[in-house]
């Protein structure tokens, strides 16, 4: 049990200093995910405005095809106009004629639609590229931060990693699975010396009785308020 305890404040030791380390990069990590996510989503709508422009010109482009062949069919019929007959055809070609115009306005009409729609969508687009520069610049930049600090302490945490992986291996898997069960429910504190006759976590007074259980070492203890491993240290 008194290994067990040792090995579990030397652990603790190493995780503080790894926290450190952590607390170097402070919100990059996170500012730095924000960032990514907020760039893969805008990049995603972008991609939607650029396919909803390359659809506006191909219906544009079938739109024009179709007046084209009306305007044809028009001018036949305008052509036919002069050997008509009699009235009734005469009628049949005015109608005809009249029917071609309406499809003609209304396909000019869809034609200019298109041309408003990619408009709208191009200025749409071209914010929303202006927006993604400025994130990826800002993006950029953090990475940079965050690169510089990881240069400044990768060596030290690689070290540190390393040494905390030889503690663990000197501990029981239920052992650690409850060291790391208290230590992220109890802000990466799991194991804590006690300090005046407190807790070292939560500084609640632990009972003389306890304390002196606790110094014999001869079963985990942990603290009643706040769940942490309790530890005695000659310190
Ligand atoms: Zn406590």
Redesign the pocket.
């Known amino acids: 049990m008194k290994t067990l305890l040792a090995n579990f404040l030397m652990l603790q030791e190493v995780d503080n200093r790894l926290n450190v380390l952590k607390l170097q990069k402070g919100d990059l990590p996170m500012m730095i995910q924000q960032l990514e996510e907020d760039l893969s989503e805008r990049r995603s709508r972008l991609a939607g405005f650029e396919q909803k422009i390359t659809k506006l010109q191909n219906d544009r482009r079938m739109f024009e095809k179709e007046v084209e062949a009306s305007k044809g069919q028009l001018k036949k019929n305008e052509e036919k106009l002069y050997h008509v007959q009699n009235n009734k055809e005469y009628d049949a070609i005015s109608l005809e004629i009249d029917t071609r115009k309406v499809e003609i306005e209304n396909l000019e009409n869809k034609i200019i639609q298109t041309l408003e729609d990619e408009e709208e969508l191009k200025k749409d687009s071209s914010a929303l590229g202006q927006e993604i520069s400025g994130l990826e610049n800002q993006l950029k930049e953090n990475q940079k931060e965050l690169e510089d600090i990881n240069q400044q302490t990768q060596e030290e945490e690689a070290r540190l990693l390393q040494e905390r992986e030889k503690i663990a291996r000197g501990i029981e898997d239920r052992y650690i699975r409850l060291y790391e069960r208290i230590r992220q429910a109890k802000d990466g504190l799991a194991v804590?010396p006690i300090n005046r006759s407190s807790?070292g976590?939560?500084?609640?007074a632990i009972p003389p009785q306890r304390i002196v259980e606790i110094r014999e070492a001869g079963r985990l203890h942990t603290?009643e308020?706040?769940?942490?491993i309790l530890v005695w240290t000659e310190r």
């Open positions: 804590v807790c976590g939560c500084f609640s603290c308020y706040c769940g942490r």
